[in-house]
């Protein structure tokens, strides 16, 4: 076994099943198009939701939402207890603000956003000292740390042109879980890959998944979703139409979201 197959994260298990995330009437617009009309939405503790729909349906604005990479219109955004929404607008939430939600909430991007004029390690230590305050030496350990439980310690030095797609989104998610959050949000995390490098993103993601890692996923793998999902949304038109538990894959309730499954099955 290698490395990141047998790797385990810190959960959390004292606070296990409450919640972490608590999105109510969460609304968004752009100019005069509404995108998100009232989303309802609870992430406890442990838990992996798995957010479904068809294009355009809002679920990259309701991930962004979360961590306020798009600061919603109005409704309440909660993270661990605490209000990041209900203060916008008219006032922006203050840097120090984001900066406090964003070490609470990781995101890992379709694009992996990785820095290509830096190496895979300084990659994963950048946000260590921008975020963590961490010192150099302290955060290039810790990155080397978390390369390692991703399987690709003996790539540290290598560019991301020097990666293949797969191994660049490794690198992404190990540079989200550096941080330490306490929810990690990811859109689309294989979209952008070429099919025979799938497998092992999915891999990474199913160890931290079973790490105790609390995860809002948009995927539209829906094998890998079902394998996960404890919870299951699905969108449409910027509206939650069905949530679901396990048996969400075999019993839709909603002729929607049944149609939508058996299309992306
Ligand atoms: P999904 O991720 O489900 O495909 P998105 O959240 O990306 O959906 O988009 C939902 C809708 O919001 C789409 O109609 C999209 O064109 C629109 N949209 C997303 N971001 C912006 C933006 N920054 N400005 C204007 N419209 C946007
Ligand atoms: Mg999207």
Redesign the pocket.
Known sequence: MTDHTTASYEGRPSQEGTPIVELTDIKKQ??E?E?LKGIDLVVNRGENVVLL??????????L?TINLL?PPTSGSLLVDGEEYAAFWPPSKPSANRVLELRRKVGMVFQQFNLFPNMTALDNVALPLRSVRRLSKADARERAAVELKRVGLIERAGHYPAQLSGGQQQRVAIARALALDPQVLLF?EPTSALDPELVGEVLKTMRVVAESGMTMVV?THEIGFAKEIGDVNVF?DQ?RVVETGGREFYDECRTDRAREFIKAVR
């Open positions: 752009f100019g198009l995108v729909g068809p294009s355009g349906s809002g679920k990259s604005t309701l962004r798009e859109d948009v969108m910027g």
